[in-house]
């Protein structure tokens, strides 16, 4: 279980056991009762809340935002967890169609029409630069720097 960061009475981890797409991290927080669980992309930086369970004191707002900073500062080493502890799942962005708007990548949640959607076939991360190369449908790839 890779140690992305900890925070004041929380830790923030990738677990190793029975994981899934999409790509999270683990925030648990045992003094105040509760764990959540935030998704990342390796597309963009996007970071979000995705659920908190059990609420036994559910945290603030302000809170949850401490730890999205948190996980933000820390994204390329959470990435670099998930990529080298979860090989079977890799980025979870392969069959996933996207709009390649500008020189950006867009992960949609369903297959829409239009010249820059594109089905992705392939993705590989590089820890060492933080870039993914995703390869298509239409054989073409591109250099993602997230």
Known sequence: MPNIAKGPGFR???LTNGEHCPP??????P???WVARFTFSFADDRIA???IVPVRKRPT???????????AANLKRARDAWWGNLPRLGTCLENR???LAGGDIVVLDRRRP????KQVVRAVYDPGTGTVRCTFSDGSDRLVRP
């Open 12 to 14: 923030i981890d990738v």
């Open 24 to 29: 999270h991290v683990h925030v648990d927080c």
């Open 31 to 33: 003094g105040e009762g």
């Open 49 to 51: 809340l995705w659920d």
């Open 61 to 71: 707002a302000a809170v949850l935002e401490s730890v999205r900073t948190i996980i």
């Open 97 to 99: 169609w996207v709009d």
């Open 114 to 117: 239009g010249p820059r959607v």
